[in-house]
């Protein structure tokens, strides 16, 4: 069997469970969206630092200066001329382009800073991932360590050399989830992780505040043009008069220097800004994917808050402690006791235990959890509903006896204003 292990394990890769403390909803905001922005910042930077980020035709021998000034001070179109039927009548070259008076100017320097608010946004969506890791201390991480891959045999390990992971025995395993049921106990005792699930559920509301201050703010650096981009866009049969009104292409710039005499000379120059070929697609499509995550997150905050008034109903963590682990469901007994022992903030911390753990343990643990905290067992109850007393045959795990033997059944009295089932 041994030998047979081994050479198995020379064909078969084994990658185990990576331990999660958030939920799906919580990583679009710190991977999918962080990943995002990094790479548009990298993109917008590598199009301005390598290619022409500006490039202006003034007719003269200052094309280099021209350039320069027009990117540091800005550029501008002639909102009046925002017309692509005077663009196809030939009045004007480029839409916003004309001769202009002092009015209906619209100045663009937002395309200087788009980088830096790339990047910020990035760091903004991160953030609470970040706080909420140094909230969390890797506590659940500790706890589950060794107990969430499947049992390979037992009575030994067994070393995969191909990934450097060592699979513990069930003997080991039933060890490490006795010590980490006395864990769970004193920390429902003591309540020592009270605050646990109110600085999760802090973090997930600080996601759907940072998703509603980034469409603000992206509204306000676009110049107030953000909200309605994306509605526009779908309702616009040709979109390019819309995005060349935010994101022109071709602008206006006006430099002035003294000649030779001491005369001032007007340099009119037409600026090709190529970055906002860039710019304007991916403002359309954060514009969609802001608007699609906070609807999710809020939904998120939805069941969190429906979590809070379910967490001592047994139906309902029947169903849900079912869904993190499929199998064999678990004894009504079981979910009765740890629902009505269980705070808000126990049944959120176990919850996270249960979807970090292997499928069996974690029936094996509920089952443990619950005689512990009874502080009996089902069958010793005295005037108990028998439908409650009855353990179904599938919702407990046999143990061997030896193991049993050394189970800690310690009296864990009730908390006060709290009745006993027998």
């Given at each position: 069997m041994?030998?047979?292990?081994?050479d198995?394990t020379?064909?078969?890769?084994?990658?185990?469970?990576?331990v999660?403390?958030d939920?799906p909803?919580f990583?679009?905001?710190?991977r999918?969206?962080?990943?995002?922005?990094?790479?548009?910042?990298?993109?917008?930077?590598t199009?301005?630092?390598?290619?022409?980020?500006?490039?202006?035709?003034?007719?003269?021998h200052?094309?280099?200066?021209?350039?320069?000034?027009?990117?540091?001070?800005?550029?501008?179109t002639?909102t009046?001329?925002?017309?692509?039927?005077?663009?196809?009548?030939g009045?004007i070259p480029?839409p916003?382009?004309?001769?202009?008076g002092e009015e209906g100017?619209?100045?663009?320097?937002?395309?200087?800073?788009?980088p830096?608010v790339?990047?910020?946004?990035a760091?903004?969506?991160?953030?609470?991932?970040?706080?909420?890791k140094?909230?969390?201390?890797g506590r659940i991480k500790?706890l589950?360590?060794?107990?969430?891959s499947?049992?390979?045999v037992?009575g030994k390990?067994?070393?995969i050399d191909?990934?450097?992971i060592?699979?513990?025995?069930?003997?080991?395993?039933?060890k490490?989830?006795?010590?980490l049921?006395?864990?769970?106990?004193?920390?429902?005792?003591?309540?020592?992780n009270?605050?646990?699930?109110?600085?999760l559920?802090?973090?997930?509301l600080?996601?759907?505040v940072n998703?509603?201050?980034q469409?603000?703010?992206s509204?306000?650096f676009?110049?107030?043009?953000f909200?309605a981009l994306?509605?526009?866009w779908?309702?616009?049969?040709?979109?390019?008069?819309?995005?060349?009104?935010?994101f022109p292409?071709?602008?206006?710039?006006?430099f002035?220097?003294?000649?030779?005499s001491?005369?001032m000379?007007?340099?009119?120059?037409?600026c090709?800004?190529?970055?906002?070929?860039?710019?304007?697609?991916i403002?359309?499509?954060l514009?969609?994917w802001?608007?699609i995550?906070?609807?999710?997150?809020c939904?998120?905050?939805l069941?969190?808050?429906?979590?809070f008034?379910?967490?001592?109903v047994?139906s309902?963590?029947?169903?849900?402690?079912?869904?993190?682990?499929?199998?064999?469901?678990?004894?009504?007994?079981?979910?009765?006791?740890?629902?009505?022992k269980?705070?808000?903030?126990?049944?959120?911390f176990?919850?996270?235990?249960?979807?970090?753990i292997?499928?069996k343990l974690?029936r094996i643990?509920?089952s443990k959890?619950?005689?512990?905290?009874d502080?009996?067992t089902?069958?010793?109850?005295?005037?108990?509903?028998?439908?409650?007393?009855?353990?179904e045959?599938?919702s407990?795990?046999?143990?061997p006896?030896h193991?049993?033997?050394?189970?800690?059944?310690a009296d864990?009295p009730?908390?006060?204003?709290?009745?006993?089932?027998?």
């Open positions: 041994f030998v047979f292990s081994k198995v020379k064909v078969l890769s084994f990658k185990l469970k990576q999660y403390v939920n909803i990583r679009l905001h710190y999918l969206t962080f990943c995002f922005l990094v790479v548009c910042t990298v993109l917008v930077c199009r301005q630092y390598i290619g022409d980020h500006i490039n202006c035709l003034a007719g003269s200052l094309t280099n200066v021209i350039n320069t000034y027009c990117f540091f001070m800005t550029t501008y002639v009046r001329h925002h017309n692509s039927s005077l663009v196809e009548s009045l480029h916003g382009d004309k001769l202009e100017i619209r100045r663009h320097n937002y395309y200087q800073w788009v830096f790339l990047f910020g946004q760091l903004c969506f991160y953030f609470p991932h970040f706080l909420w140094t909230f969390e201390k500790n589950v360590a060794g107990l969430h499947v049992w390979i037992s390990d067994i070393d191909t990934k450097k060592k699979v513990e025995s069930e003997e080991k395993r039933l490490k989830l006795e010590g049921k006395k864990n769970l106990s004193a920390l429902m005792l003591f309540r020592t009270r605050s646990w699930a109110k600085d559920c802090m973090c997930e600080l996601n759907a998703v509603a201050l469409i603000y703010l509204d306000r676009l110049g107030g043009q909200f994306g509605r526009q779908l309702k616009a049969e040709n979109t390019a008069p819309l995005l060349d009104e935010i292409k071709v602008t206006k710039c006006t002035y220097k003294y000649g030779q001491g005369t000379q007007r340099h009119d120059a037409l090709i800004m190529a970055l906002n070929i860039i710019n304007e697609k403002y359309c499509i514009w969609f802001f608007l995550l906070f609807v999710i997150t939904l998120g905050l069941w969190r808050l429906v979590t008034f379910g967490h001592r047994p309902f963590n029947k169903f849900v402690w079912g869904q993190i682990n499929p199998g064999p469901s678990v004894s009504r007994y079981t979910v009765k006791v740890l629902s009505r269980f705070t808000f903030s126990d049944w959120l176990f919850y996270y235990v249960g979807k970090n292997d499928g974690f643990l509920m959890l619950a005689d512990e905290i502080g009996t089902p069958s010793t109850c005295s005037g108990s509903d028998p439908a409650l007393s009855k353990e045959p599938e407990r795990m046999i143990v006896n193991h049993k033997s050394s189970l800690l059944q864990v009730d908390y006060p204003g709290e009745e006993s089932d027998c």
